[in-house]
């Protein structure tokens, strides 16, 4: 009888030993559940603001263009910050940012397929500003010209590409993003980081750099002999005076452009243009304690605007 009240009491403890895991268990997984849930309603809540912050700049551009549609420049009210707005639990903030005052990668080629020879020479002043060899223009273009034979010495092809230890074709086709630059020869690690502030890569091979939104550096790169630090003064005493250009044709008549000469003006004006159709916006959603960030292109075409794309790819850094 001994024996077997022993060997019950041992079955009756490992039954509650048992149920103990099991409960145990159950809650941990119950308090998974309800974390990851909490995390999923953050995580959509943060995107829902991220958009209404998107669909504002929507309509900012948008009447902007209804009031506006001879110029684009800074002084502008869609290229000041968006202020931190409070809501529950947080806050948001974004910032509105003219990508037609940037090179356009996709300019590099004509329609045809060969190299623009103008836009190629004035990618390459940029690249000497930045401080990279102005030869590896040759290896952009190949990069989307849809031969397999390169243009110079600089230039690759799939070959190339083929051969690293982390293989890939060229794509053969206009960028998608700036970023696809990361993965053409020449570009790789800091020399990317040297030229990524002043390029783009609009859809349209047409679209022109606004001279009104263009950074200093951006417009020393018409021509060898301007001073980017000259250049920088009229940009800040311009903005600080509410002037903007109108046309073209008026760059040529403040300094130090009126040193270009006529030829060099005629070369570089057909990649010009005083209107702004792409534009980036950073947004940064911090609700209960977490950071979300959030980027989308919004493209500007006859007075609508449309969503280019979206991405959820963390930014360096929100100014």
Do not use: C
């Not at 390459?124 to 849809?146: F, H, T, Y």
């Not at 449309?306 to 991405?311: H, I, K, P, V």
């Amino acid at each position: 009888m001994g024996q077997q009240r022993g060997i019950a009491l041992i079955t009756i403890l490992v039954m509650v030993a048992l149920a103990t895991i099991l409960a145990a268990s159950i809650a941990k997984h119950q308090q998974f559940t309800s974390e990851n849930t909490a995390y999923l309603m953050r995580q959509n809540q943060s995107l829902l603001y991220a958009k209404s912050a998107e669909a504002f700049y929507t309509e900012l551009l948008a009447e902007d263009a209804r009031s506006n549609s001879n110029a684009d420049y800074l002084q502008e009210s869609w290229a000041k910050p968006l202020p931190p707005f409070p809501i529950e639990g947080g806050v948001v903030a974004g910032k509105l940012e003219d990508e037609t005052g940037k090179f356009n990668l996709n300019s590099l080629l004509k329609e045809d397929g060969t190299p623009e020879p103008e836009a190629q020479a004035y990618f390459e002043r940029l690249l000497k500003r930045v401080g990279l060899p102005a030869g590896l223009s040759e290896a952009v273009i190949d990069w989307q010209d849809p031969d397999d034979l390169t243009i110079g010495a600089a230039g690759a092809e799939s070959n190339y590409y083929q051969g690293l230890r982390s293989s890939y074709m060229a794509a053969n086709a206009p960028f998608l993003s700036a970023e696809e630059l990361k993965q053409v020869r020449g570009f790789e690690g800091k020399n990317y980081e040297l030229i990524a502030p002043y390029v783009t890569a609009i859809p349209k091979q047409g679209m022109k750099i606004n001279i009104n939104t263009a950074p200093a550096l951006v417009l020393a790169a018409l021509d060898d002999k301007l001073d980017v630090n000259q250049i920088q003064n009229m940009i800040e005493q311009r903005q600080a005076n509410m002037e903007y250009f109108s046309n073209v044709s008026d760059l040529w008549n403040v300094a130090p452009f009126d040193q270009i000469s006529t030829e060099s003006r005629a070369k570089v004006e057909t990649l010009l243009d005083v209107k702004s159709s792409l534009f980036k916006i950073q947004v940064l959603v911090k609700l209960h304690d977490r950071q979300r960030q959030f980027s989308s292109y919004l493209m500007r075409e006859d007075k609508n605007v449309y969503t280019y794309a979206r991405s959820l790819a963390p930014f360096n850094s929100f100014n």
